[in-house]
């Protein structure tokens, strides 16, 4: 009988003042393995941020204990 694999995925969004110190500290203290970064802008990111003129945030997503 094959053996089932089991696999597990969590998302955790944190809102973060300053991106590069909150990298480091996942990075280089937590060992997090960054897998993408990207810049996020235009209407639907502004309607659910509620702003009332253009805004920009940066994504990063990462793997934490493999």
Known sequence: MPRSTM????????GVTDMDR???FYRDTL????????LISGEP???????????EGRVVGGLLGG
């Open 31 to 38: 060992g997090m393995e960054v897998v993408f970064e990207t």
């Open 22 to 24: 909150a990298l480091a």
């Open 7 to 14: 696999c597990r995925f969590v998302t955790l969004v944190v």
């Open 45 to 55: 990111f502004d309607a659910v941020l509620h702003a009332s003129r253009r805004q």
